[in-house]
């Protein structure tokens, strides 16, 4: 197998860190049978690449064995952001039949950590996603690793996520703070539904981590806000709509909550 190199992997600070050691922490619980997972938001520039590298990271750091997969082959962000400089095959030669899986796997100066580039763009990725190579690849890979993450595009402007998420295990929807509606994510919502997709939770980025309200009372009030009912989006304290660096906190909190955990919350408020 071949070997990249991400020359720009940013430090994360304490809180961020947290944040995502909280996510791994909830979907390690939503259940074993969770281990293919698809990762999509609204619009462009919600972070959600950042969020599925920066998860993959961690899991990787726990030992577990990782495989990001970039099925955005309409706009990848993926090498560029990570300074990723030398040539490589990637998902579209796969599914075209110019590559097999194993020439389009690369693994990483993360160890543990594998990674499908997406390769170059590609007129017509909703066709190919449909695929029965892709189908191949996700259940070939499934064997191989204990999670595959997939960063797919944006459900809000194009439908290829909905299509991917057929072949997942469950979906966490990436939404920017004070930036994106409840009625936006309620229309993701309902195409992956449409899918068949259990949809794990929500990760809430680009929270304004001076506003006490969004962290200090985190646990305690928005993690059962923002846990499995979609509700409240863009309200309850301010927000930083500027675009952040990864390094200066991409992510600042993040929920994911499974079915189990919900049902418990019910049964205490009955």
Known sequence: MQKVEFKKIPQLDFRTNEAFKTL????????????????TSTVPNEGKTSVVFQLARSFAEDGKRVLLLDADMRKSVLMGHYRVDR??????????????AENVTYNTNIENMEVIFAG??????????GNVRFEEILRTERE???????????????IDAAIIAR????????VESGVIS?????KVKSQLEKSGCRILGAVLNKVNQENKEYY?????????KYSGKYSGYGAGGSSNKTEKSEKNMEVNTASVSSEEKQAKRSRRRK
């Not at 040539?87 to 097999?100: A, I």
């Not at 072949?167 to 990436?174: C, E, K, R, S, W």
């Open 87 to 100: 040539e490589t095959r990637g998902l579209s030669h796969y599914l075209v039949g110019q590559e097999s």
């Open 216 to 224: 200090g009372g985190y646990y305690s009030k928005y993690y059962g």
């Open 167 to 174: 072949n997942v295990d469950g979906a966490v929807i990436v």
């Open 24 to 39: 791994r922490t909830n979907i390690t619980f939503c259940g074993d049978d969770q281990r293919v997972i698809l990762f």
């Open 144 to 158: 191989n690793y204990d999670y595959i993450l997939i960063d797919s595009p944006p459900l809000g402007s194009v």
């Open 182 to 186: 409840y009625k936006m994510v309620q």
């Open 120 to 129: 170059p763009s590609t007129p017509n990725p909703a066709e190919l996603l």
